[in-house]
């Protein structure tokens, strides 16, 4: 388990560099180390969340309600609002 997740970081963070999606190393940072508290199956789609956003004016918008699609879709619903707000809470820190 532990190493998929280190194969998993070592692809997310690999893709960095890659045309596709948001090319923004901090914000895919931020997304992994924020969503660690998470199943990986939900880390995985946080991370997803930002190849489906595209780069624009409201490109923060679309990923954020990527992200709440899927903490929605993955966390029990007593729990979801809380984890939602934590996360964007912690991908905008600074």
């Known amino acids: 388990m ?4 280190i194969l998993v970081l070592a692809l997310v963070l690999s893709s960095c560099s890659s045309d596709k999606g948001i090319n ?14 998470f ?9 997803s969340s930002i190849d489906k956003t595209t780069v624009k004016a409201d490109a923060a918008v679309d990923f954020k309600d990527e992200v709440k699609i899927v903490i929605f ?3 029990p619903p007593s729990d979801r609002l809380k984890a939602y707000e934590d996360y964007i ?3 905008e820190a600074k």
Not at 2 to 5: A, I
Not at 24 to 37: E, Q, T
Not at 39 to 47: F, G, K, M, N
């Open 39 to 47: 199943s990986e199956d939900t880390q995985a789609s946080l991370v």
């Open 2 to 5: 532990k190493n998929e997740l």
């Open 24 to 37: 923004n190393c901090a914000l895919r940072d931020r997304v992994i180390a924020c969503g660690a508290g």
């Open 89 to 91: 809470r912690c991908i």
């Open 73 to 75: 879709n993955k966390i």
